[in-house]
């Protein structure tokens, strides 16, 4: 259907455009980029125990998944022609999406409900160009702030009375659906982060949660999310275990996921006896 395969050019698209060159002169080279977090105290993830040392290697996993997929897909990988594809495909949903803005923003609902098991009526999706909703984080840099401007999605956790419900709001339907998966992610992580005391919240916030950040985690996040899937334990929901995994102590988390990367065997064992109702409170290093 040719409008699933537009889809698909789009997602690859949303993780190759870091590699040509309009991407590359505002953000910098992602290998280079990369390379700098073992070793430069003020990269910003100088000293993290799993992206300065692993994040160049899941980047270029995802690229080169991404570029065995172009041809399968229909995307070319000539610089020059690719940013004429991009307007293309874009241009090409917007036009085929115009009229179905509410049955599009249902399916993403349903869609999303399927995949973590939430309820639809604690999801709000909308398809606009004026994607901005919360309190933003500040941007930290020139690129941050040229990268916020230009943002085509968001999702996250607001509340409503009562209850905290999830929005993803996006310029085409699969940029709805995917902000509304991580906004029901971020959902399941409060399990965690409301354990902690309002001011160490802020502090983890304030450190992790920035649009300066943004591009480096869909280099390597998709990679990463991908191997820990691959050693998550069967018949077990997936939001079951991030929620397991989001209350595990900061050191705990950090051993997991190295050992997802360096040793998945061990890291299957660690995952299966998470949240077993005869598990103790797990401390791993």
Not at 275 to 280: K, L, Q, S, T, Y
């Amino acid at each position: 259907m040719p409008s699933i395969r537009l889809y698909d050019q789009y997602a690859l698209i949303n993780l190759l455009q870091y590699w040509h060159l309009e991407a590359a002169m505002l953000l910098g080279w992602p290998p280079r980029f990369w390379r700098r977090a073992a070793s430069k105290p003020k990269h910003p993830f100088f000293g993290h125990p799993v992206l300065a040392r692993y994040g160049g290697m899941l980047a270029a996993t995802a690229k080169q998944r991404g570029l065995e997929r172009c041809k399968e897909k229909g995307l070319t990988r000539m610089p020059f022609l690719f940013s004429f594809q991009v307007m293309y495909v874009i241009g090409r949903l917007r036009k085929i999406e115009a009229g179905h803005s509410q049955k599009l923003m249902e399916l993403a609902k349903k869609a999303v409900a399927l995949v973590w098991g939430i309820s639809p009526h604690r999801l709000e999706a909308e398809l606009t160009t004026h994607v901005a909703f919360g309190n933003l984080s500040k941007p930290r840099t020139f690129a941050g702030s040229v990268i916020r401007a230009c943002a085509v999605g968001y999702g996250g956790v607001v509340r409503r009375g009562d209850s905290l419900v999830v929005v993803g709001r996006g310029t085409n339907w699969q940029l709805v659906a995917k902000e509304l998966v991580k906004g029901t992610a971020e959902l399941i992580c409060l399990h965690g982060l409301n354990r902690l005391t309002d001011d160490t919240y802020e502090q983890v916030i304030s450190a992790a949660d920035g649009v300066d950040f943004e591009p480096w985690m869909l280099q390597t996040g998709g990679e990463l999310w991908r191997r820990l899937l691959a050693v998550l334990p069967a018949g077990r929901p997936v939001a079951e275990m991030l929620m397991h995994l989001a209350r595990l102590p900061a050191r705990s988390l950090e051993t997991l996921m190295l050992a997802v990367i360096e040793q998945p065997p061990w890291a299957r064992e660690l995952l299966a006896g998470l949240g077993a109702p005869d598990a103790e409170p797990r401390r791993w290093t």
